[in-house]
């Protein structure tokens, strides 16, 4: 079954919006290029409380300006492992 992703990680908006590199954010951050490049594009699964806590600092945000919700399957839908 497809799961349906409900919260979306808006860095990739935030750093266009702002003029910013993958590796300027990565450099200011102290976290990996990779771990930045996987949450601009939106592929990342998880994110780590740490890495949201730079992130927020760094781009003086709220974790609500990087991470949206919007509603869709719910914990148990059809899937008894989700």
Not at 12 to 40: C, D, F, P, Q
Not at 52 to 73: E, F, H, I, M, W
């Amino acid at each position: 079954m497809l799961m349906v992703v409900t919260i979306h990680v808006q860095l990739g908006r935030l750093m266009g919006e702002r003029g910013l590199k993958v590796a300027e954010v990565a450099a200011s951050t102290g976290l990996t290029y990779a771990t930045i490049n996987s949450l601009y594009k939106g592929e990342a699964r998880r994110i780590d409380l740490k890495t949201l806590n730079r992130l927020c600092a760094v781009l003086d945000v709220t974790p609500g300006d990087l991470l949206s919700y919007s509603p869709g399957q719910q914990p148990g839908d059809d899937d008894p492992n989700w």
